[in-house]
Structure formats: C-alpha cells, structure tokens
C-alpha cells in the first residue's frame, strides 16, 4: 500500500510540474507548493523502499534509482530539459515498480 500511495505522490508533483512548465498553473505565489510536495515524495519513495525490502516486495529494486534521480533532481534547475528527464526518469521507474507489482 505505501508503494501506491508513494506513486500517486510522485504523480500529483509530476503533473503539478507539467502544468508549471506548460504555463496551466502559475505557482509564484505559493511555490513553496512544489517543493513540499517534493519532500514527501522523496520521503515516501524511501519509506517504500525501505518497507520494500523488509518485506521482500517485488517494487523494492525499481525504488533504488528513483532514490538516487531524487537525490540529483533538485540540483538541475527546474525548467530545463534535464529536469524533465530526470523527472521523466524516475515516472519510467514508478511504472516498472507498478508493473513488477502486477506481475508483468
């Protein structure tokens, strides 16, 4: 359950990004907005991982990298391509873990 609960996080901030970036949602005046929402998502994805592999959870391996793009991802300025392929990178890894979940 927290797996999901980790992805529909990371999937609310993710969309949040988009309609940042596509200029949908102006978040000036309550940026902090993104960035709260980032914590728990980097909070929850390591929660997961950890619950993961205490109990041996198929997801746990597809949580490592998504740890490690979380890790990155606030160093490469928002807005630019790298930012979007990390973020890119780590929904690629969410989908891998859900599949895992759902024995594909």
């Keep these: 359950m927290i797996f999901y609960a980790a992805t529909a996080l990371f999937l609310a901030n993710f969309v949040l990004g988009l309609l940042v970036q596509f200029r949908l949602v102006d978040t000036k005046p309550f940026r902090w907005l993104h ?36 890790l990155v991802l606030p160093r490469v300025r928002a807005g630019t391509p790298g930012h979007a392929g990390l973020a890119s990178a780590a929904l690629l890894f969410y989908a891998i873990g859900l599949a895992r979940m759902h024995g594909a």
Excluded: I, K, M, T
């Design 35 to 70: 960035h709260a929402l980032f914590f728990a998502v980097f909070f929850s994805a390591g929660v997961a991982a950890v619950v993961g592999f205490v109990q041996g959870a198929p997801y746990r391996w597809a949580l490592v990298p998504v740890l490690a793009v979380f």
